[in-house]
Each structure stands twice: as structure tokens, then as C-alpha cells.
């Protein structure tokens, strides 16, 4: 069964230092996200991105993040100048079409630790 | 303003049991409604998705009230395997809200 796959698993970065988490979506997939999950709290919505550009986003995502797909495989999430509380998961989704109509699959996600 | 709430729980129920978990939402424009469930430390998985009409999988029964902007979810006959997290998740064009989830625990 296809997946969506995410590296690396675990990140750890100082405060100040620009990361990247990589994501592969599903390949026939057309829509890609980005949410984040501090431990203990919920799922929230970063992005959204289709036809490569953004679709939607969130106030978190403000000036710091940025995505990509660079190429036709990879989906990329750039946090510019991390800061303590962007330590969290951060799960990358793909879906066939618009997720409301259908199922969004969730990648395993990448944890993310700023110093 | 919280999108969407939840009782946090936990809910710990025996094996065999039926338990419902509810879910609230804010915006009355909400488009899709979905249950996941996540297992600790992993990714949300799609449960079902949530229709006005109500619907079923199995031992599962999801319904959507628009009016009360209200959905929940049944679990029949629980199984040990039913232990997670329970994720109420609602869609607004290509955005989505996440409660914060209810933790059911299926005791031996």
C-alpha cells in the first residue's frame, strides 16, 4: 500500500538554525499538507499546497516557514530561524483531490527538537 | 475561539462495552467531517468520514448534526484494540480544525 513517507524521524537544531523536513507523498497524490503537534496538544493546520503553490495556511504560519516541491517527488517544510516553541511533530499529508472530499494520509511524522 | 472541542476523557471502558464520543465545531460553513484516531506518538489515521445522513463501518457509527453543529461517534462492542486517541476533525475549503482528541482506554 502506498504511503507517505517523512525524514528524518527526529531533528534536533539550536535556536536560530534554519531546518528542513522532508516529506514524500503519495505519488498520484495532487494536494499536500503541513500540521504540526506539540506534545500533549492537538493536530494544527500549517498549509495547504496544490498546483505548486499554497492553497491555504494558518497564522502559525507566518514568515518563518516556507514550502516547496522542489521537484516531483519531495515536499519540504523550511522553518528560517527556529525558535524553542517550534519544537513539535510535524506531520506531512497528502490527498488524492480537495480533502473534503476524501482522505487525507498522514505521513509518520518528523520530531522536531529546538535547543 | 476553540474550532473545535472535545471531551478530553479518558474513557476507560471494559471490553465489550459501547461508548460515544462527542464532538462541537465553531463555523457553521464547515464543509467535511472526519474522524481519525492516533495511537500514541504516531500519525492521525482516518477512522471515517462524517455525513448528515450518518454512517457506519462496522462496529463504528459516525452522525453529523448541522443544526447543533455537533458529531459523534459510537463504538460498538469495543475491543482492546480500539484503545487511542480519538481525533473530531472539521474542514473549511483546504483547511482543517482538530480537537484535541478523546483518550479511550479498553480495559481486559
Known amino acids: 500500500e502506498p504511503e507517505v513517507t517523512q525524514t528524518p524521524s527526529h531533528q534536533v537544531t539550536q535556536m536560530g538554525q534554519e531546518v528542513i523536513l522532508r516529506c514524500v507523498p503519495i505519488?498520484?497524490?495532487?494536494?499536500f499538507y503541513w500540521y504540526r503537534q506539540i506534545l500533549g496538544q492537538k493536530v494544527e493546520f500549517l498549509v495547504s499546497f496544490y498546483n505548486n503553490e499554497i492553497s491555504e495556511k494558518s497564522e502559525i504560519f507566518d514568515d518563518q516557514f516556507s514550502v516547496e516541491r522542489p521537484d516531483g517527488s519531495n515536499f519540504t517544510l523550511k522553518i528560517r530561524s527556529t525558535k524553542l516553541e517550534d519544537s513539535a511533530m510535524y506531520f506531512c499529508?497528502?490527498?488524492?483531490?480537495?480533502?473534503?472530499?476524501?482522505?487525507?494520509?498522514f505521513g509518520p511524522g518528523t520530531r522536531l527538537t529546538v535547543l | 475561539r476553540k474550532e473545535v472541542e472535545q471531551d478530553p476523557g479518558p474513557f476507560n471502558v471494559p471490553e465489550g462495552a459501547t461508548v460515544a464520543f462527542n464532538c462541537t465545531y465553531s463555523n457553521s460553513a464547515s464543509q467535511s467531517f472526519f474522524w481519525y484516531r492516533q495511537d500514541c506518538r504516531k500519525e492521525p489515521k482516518l477512522l471515517m468520514s462524517v455525513y448528515s445522513s450518518g454512517n457506519e463501518d462496522g462496529r463504528f457509527t459516525a452522525q453529523l448534526n448541522r443544526a447543533s453543529q455537533y458529531i459523534s461517534l459510537l463504538i460498538r462492542d469495543s475491543k482492546l484494540s480500539d484503545s487511542a486517541t480519538y481525533l473530531c476533525?472539521?474542514?473549511?475549503?483546504?483547511?482543517?480544525?482538530f480537537g484535541t482528541g478523546t483518550s479511550l482506554t479498553v480495559i481486559p
Open positions: 505519488s498520484n497524490h495532487l494536494y
Open positions: 476533525v472539521v474542514g473549511f475549503g483546504n483547511q482543517f480544525y
Open positions: 499529508a497528502s490527498s488524492p483531490g480537495l480533502a473534503v472530499l476524501g482522505t487525507q494520509y
